[in-house]
């Protein structure tokens, strides 16, 4: 007899191992399905603000600590374009004493871990190393999951279907939905590293971004317990195009330099280079079916943020939102929450993507350097701050940026072109 469930999440990501938890917590029977062997590997930076501790209810439920997965707890940025023209500035200013934020540095195999143990304590049936091949919906009866694990078939039914299973997902493709998707591309390496060497401010309270080195795009350096976690990534699409091939080769020329730019070089050889999709926020698309019977979520979704490339408190998000709009049988209503939550934000990080990315120097030097401007990425990263509010601010420093350059371009109305 097959096993039915109230819902069944495929990705046990931020995502689906935050859905899972409510569900079960609110008395759903809930299986969470993840296609690798937990622990797993998961390419990302792994940079996150700490306001996710609130998201997860670290202090008020206190099923896990942050000591379980945080690595780093980063309060400085470092800015660099070109890797010259350096700024390192504080993310907190005086006005900031009583609540000071921070981004907090994790590897995602352990802080997946965390969360999906967490969803199984919580009652959750955690099964791993399952592959979900197709999902089978009729108009009338159950939703169907048919998957494998090592060559054995596994099958289920429940009534709703969560997919949180990233940019390539086989929920989203099954149910036709999210076809229009926009794809950046970052390759990362963890390079081993032991404090104390290479450049001073090779700090485990510093995070390093570089905006110059990659067209349409920027590269990071994030300090981990025993290693380093650089990366680069394009994020807007060139307008020239470019192979995808070359562009992979571009990314890791940055990532060498990088390394020995702060005086840690290593040998290409000696790294593994490992590519990933990111389905950045290009509008609110179809995220969910019209009998509201399957849910995307997370990166599923398409919800990270086009400017910073970020996306594991939004995934966070949104696994529970999507939990809380099942468990009081509102379903039909989770699009529009998502909406609530991300749209004007979303949208308006777009915007101002289109143009950082199209002018990064100007950006750069009227922008990024200006004192507040670190603090400010912070809250936007944190959520205390939404681009709505910014923006104009911002296109009014480049514009005169770009008078004080000898530039005559308009760039909304560039944008306004790109946009249509």
Aim: hydrophobic letters at 40%.
């Amino acid at each position: 007899m097959q096993q039915h469930y109230d819902v069944i999440v495929v990705g046990a990501g931020p995502a689906g191992t935050a859905a899972a938890y409510d569900l079960a917590r609110g008395g759903s029977r809930v299986a969470l399905v993840e296609k690798q062997t937990l622990p797993r590997h998961k390419t990302c930076g792994g940079g996150m603000p700490m306001l996710v501790g609130d998201i997860l209810g670290f202090n008020e439920l206190k099923d896990i600590s942050s000591e379980a997965f945080v690595e780093a707890d980063t309060t400085f940025m470092r800015h660099t374009y070109n890797f010259e023209e350096p700024v390192l500035s504080p993310m907190n200013g005086p006005q900031d004493s009583d609540r000071p934020l921070s981004l907090w540095m994790v590897q995602r195999s352990i802080f997946d871990y965390e969360l999906a143990k967490r969803a199984a304590s919580a009652g959750a049936e955690l099964l791993d190393g399952l592959t979900v091949k197709s999902i089978e919906v009729e108009k009338k009866g159950p939703i169907r999951v048919v998957a494998e694990r090592a060559g054995h078939a596994w099958t289920a039914t429940c009534d709703t279907v969560i997919g949180a299973d990233g940019a390539n997902g086989v929920v989203a493709r099954n149910a036709g939905l999210r076809k229009q998707r926009a794809l950046a591309i970052a390759i990362e390496v963890e390079a081993p590293h032991r404090w104390g060497d290479g450049h001073p401010d090779l700090r485990p309270d510093v995070c390093h971004l570089e905006y110059g080195a990659v067209p349409q795009g920027y590269a990071w350096v994030f300090p981990k317990g025993d290693h380093l976690n650089v990366g680069a990534g394009v994020f807007r699409p060139r307008s020239n195009g470019g192979a995808e091939g070359s562009i992979k080769q571009e990314l890791r020329g940055a990532i060498l330099q990088y390394l020995k730019v702060l005086g840690v070089p290593r040998d290409e050889t000696e790294l593994k280079f490992m590519a990933h999709p990111l389905p950045i926020w290009n509008g609110l698309d179809r995220i969910q079916t019209k009998d509201d019977r399957i849910l995307l979520a997370g990166d599923s979704a398409g919800l990270i943020n086009p400017f910073f490339g970020d996306g594991i408190m939004h995934a966070l998000k949104s696994g529970k939102i999507a939990a809380k709009c099942i468990l009081e049988n509102r379903s039909h209503q989770y699009t529009r929450e998502i909406a609530t939550e991300f749209k004007g934000n979303m949208d308006a990080a777009l915007k101002l993507a289109r143009v950082f990315y199209r002018w990064p120097h100007i950006c750069y030097r009227y922008g990024v350097t200006r004192p507040g401007a670190t603090r400010t990425a912070t809250r936007l990263l944190c959520g205390d701050a939404v681009f709505q509010d910014i923006s104009r601010k911002a296109i009014r420093r480049l514009r005169s940026g770009m008078r004080a350059e000898g530039i005559a371009t308009d760039p909304i109305e560039i944008t306004k072109n790109e946009e249509a």
